[in-house]
Structures are given as C-alpha cells and as structure tokens.
C-alpha cells in the first residue's frame, strides 16, 4: 500500500481506529530510533576500519577522511541518484536525482559542520578557542575553494539549455578524480604519518590486522549503514504526513539530512576520539564527492534545469561555504560559531515553508 493511502486510511476514524493509528506509529517511531542507533554503531565500526585499511594501503590519516571514508559513505548516495536518473520511468524520478545533488552538499555545509561544532562544546575541545591547526585549516580551505569552483560551475549550467549540455558531466568526473590525484599527491609529499588506531573492532586481540580483515570489516559497516539509512529515510517518510506535513517539504527538508547522517555521525564520533583532520577532511570530501560524481549522473542524463527550490538550497550552500572560508582564512573559526552554521538550514527550511505557503 502506498505511503499516502496508509496514512488515509489509519486516519479513517472507527470504534478501534486510534488502536490501530497508534500502533503501526509506534512502531515507525521504535524503527526510527532503531535505525538511528544501527546506523551510529555501523560508523563506529566503519571509522575503526577505514582507518586500520587506510593504514595497511599506505594512505595517510588526512586522506582516509577526505579520500577513503568519504568515498565509502557518499557511494551508496551516489548509486540512488545512478538509478534515479538513468533508469527513472518519468522526469519525477529523475528529478529525486537531480535534488539529492542539490541537497547532499546543502546538508553537509550547514547541519553537518554544526554538529561537529555542538560535538567540540559538549566534549569541552576547545570550547571557546580555534578550532584545526595551522596546515589542517590551510588544507581546508583548498577543499573549500575546489568545492566553491566546482559548485559554480554545476549550479551555472543548470540555468541554461543546450544541446551539448550532457557532454559537460564527463570534466565533472575528471574533476573528482583530478581532486583525488591531488590529495594523494599531496599527502605523499607532506608526509603525515600513521594514525592513532584503536584495536581493529572485529579483531580486538590482533596487533597487526591484515588487509583483508581492514577491509571486511569496513565493507561490512558500509552495508549495514547504507540499509538502515534506508529504512531510517522511509520512516521519516510515514512520520512526516502524520505530523500533517506535505511528503514533498519532508523529501526537501528531512530526507537530506536522512542520507547525509552517516557523514555527520563519522564526524562526530573521530571529533570525540580527538582526530579533528579526519572529522573535517570527512565533510569536506564528501561535499566534493557530492559536487561531482551525482551532479555529472544529473548532467548527463537530465536536462538539469534548477527550479527555484534548488537555487534557493545552492544560495545557502554558497553562504555557508563562503562564510566558512572566510573564518578559516582569517583563524577565527570556533565551536560556537561552527555551530552557528546550523541557523542556516533553519533559514532554508523557513523559505521553502514561505513559497510552498504563496
């Protein structure tokens, strides 16, 4: 039965409608909150284990965030939009894939960054003082200026259209992997060292894991993550008509954050573990990842022509990014003001509640 017609129909009232509305609600709330705990624990196992196979492939701590576990949770991401845009049946399809290369990098540049923030207040790191050493912050930046140009770019084209338009999504892959080679390159010349790991999850007692088990473990967590993010966004899905809310604001305004949370969740849990690079480089390589692999998907396959709701989620990525810059380059990044960066996603959703009010 479809969403909407589950919800008419456990809303039509009889002698035992408020039984069964309100146990099939529970229900859906025990299975958020499940889905949520699942995803939490996946990424505690998933960190632990991209950082044991960034070791054993020889990439340095600052590309396992930027590089490695970016890559691993914006993937799945990556695989909806694929199927959205190339096998969608009608340009509604389609358009789930054209607005989640909209709403990843929104969600990511304002929620995602303000948690990390409220995460260094409630462990008191550096409560009220700067937040990322010297080189960390300037490799920052460049992670910020590659977003900025590429993100331009993206939102440029879809204001127009043309007939060669498609063929322009391939310099976005180009883009991506020139970014990756940039990281690499990067990190080989600069030498960062081995990280601080904890005991491999699956493999407690072993000083050394092999590879094999690095990698088991980390494909593994990315499984579970990537079904209970499903199951996390579908009941989103239900819970949201029941608070009287159109499906579509709870796709623009919930969904987004649904599928960027293990992003922020990684963030979260290396910002408790002290491991600062790997938190921010986690974010801002799955913006990029965002800005490229999904956004060329869209490009090639639909005419990516923005309408007003994901022009108003790029203006307010742009601020966001652009506010970030700006701090990190003048070293007056903090965790409050990190945290701040949160207001914006409120700002987003008050104007989508204007236009759909007009």
């Not at 589950?6 to 146990?23: D, I, L, M, N, T």
């Not at 990067?186 to 790991?197: F, H, N, Q």
Request: net charge neutral; with cysteine.
């Amino acid at each position: 039965m479809p969403i909407a017609a589950e919800v008419q129909f456990w809303a039509q009232p009889s002698r035992h409608a408020k039984q069964h509305r309100e146990y099939p609600m529970i229900l859906t709330i025990l299975l958020l909150l499940g889905s949520a705990v699942t995803i939490y624990l996946a990424c505690e196992y998933f960190v632990n284990g991209v950082e044991w196979a960034g070791l054993r492939l020889g990439v340095s701590k600052s590309a396992v965030g930027t590089v490695l576990a970016a890559f691993g949770t914006a993937l799945p991401e990556s695989v909806v939009t694929f199927v959205a845009v190339v096998f969608g049946q009608d340009a509604a399809q389609k358009d789930i894939g054209v607005g989640a290369a909209l709403g990843g990098p929104l969600v990511l540049s304002t929620v995602a960054y303000a948690v990390v923030g409220l995460t260094f207040l409630a462990c008191k790191k550096n409560k009220n003082g700067l937040l990322l050493a010297k080189r960390v912050r300037a490799r920052l930046q460049d992670d910020q200026r590659w977003f900025m140009g590429v993100f331009i770019c993206k939102v440029g084209l879809g204001l127009f259209a043309f007939i060669f338009k498609p063929w322009l999504g391939i310099f976005f892959l180009l883009a991506y992997g020139v970014y990756v080679w940039y990281e690499m390159r990067r990190v080989d010349e600069e030498g960062d060292g081995e990280i601080d790991l904890e005991p491999l999850k699956l493999r407690p007692n072993d000083t050394r894991p092999s590879t094999a088990w690095a990698l088991f473990q980390t494909v593994s967590a990315l499984v579970v993550i990537f079904f209970a993010s499903q199951l996390f966004v579908h009941q989103l899905e239900v819970i949201g008509p029941w608070l009287g809310m159109p499906t579509q604001l709870v796709a623009l305004l919930f969904s987004p954050i649904a599928t960027e949370l293990p992003e922020i969740l990684n963030a979260v849990i290396w910002v408790r573990q002290g491991k600062q690079a790997l938190a921010f480089g986690n974010i801002s390589g799955s913006m990029m990842i965002q800005a490229t692999i999904p956004s060329a998907l869209g490009i090639i396959f639909t005419p990516w022509l923005l309408n007003d709701a994901l022009l108003w989620a790029a203006a307010i990525t742009m601020t966001s990014i652009a506010g970030l810059y700006v701090l990190m380059r003048a070293s007056t990044l903090s965790a409050p003001r990190l945290a701040c960066f949160g207001m914006l996603y409120v700002v987003f959703g008050a104007g989508l509640l204007m236009s759909c009010s007009i």
